[in-house]
């Protein structure tokens, strides 16, 4: 049983940036990040699979870039250039076999 513990969610006004971080307690080879905000379903943000290639949803693409350590199994998301539409519940994401979800961590961006 894999586990994922995420960190790095706040509060931010429109134009700045957050960083998430995701450390997982053992090697998986696809990490990725899904958000989900009120009233909607849970939708990709991006992920990355442990040779490092990577997919972004449509909306996120050229202001978020997600990256990972395979030596900590730890992935993060640096997000630029936040809208309030961006403001969900940021989940960690990981596949090795199996689904397994880490607890989210709100992000919310004021206009």
């Known amino acids: 049983q894999v586990q994922l513990v995420e960190s790095g969610g706040g509060l931010v006004h429109a134009g700045g940036s957050l960083r998430l971080s995701c450390a997982a307690s053992?090697?998986?080879?696809?990490l990725g990040w899904y958000r989900q905000a009120p009233g909607k379903q849970r939708e990709l943000v991006a992920t990355?699979?442990?040779?490092?290639?990577?997919t972004y949803a449509d909306s996120v693409k050229g202001r978020f870039t997600i990256s990972r350590d395979n030596a900590k199994n730890t992935v993060y998301l640096q997000m630029n250039s936040l809208k309030p539409d961006d403001t969900a519940v940021y989940y960690c994401?990981?596949?090795?076999?199996?689904?397994?979800w880490g607890q989210g961590t709100q992000v919310t961006v004021s206009s």
């Open positions: 994401y990981g596949r090795g076999g199996r689904d397994f």
């Open positions: 053992g090697s998986i080879f696809k």
């Open positions: 990355i699979v442990s040779f490092g290639s990577t």
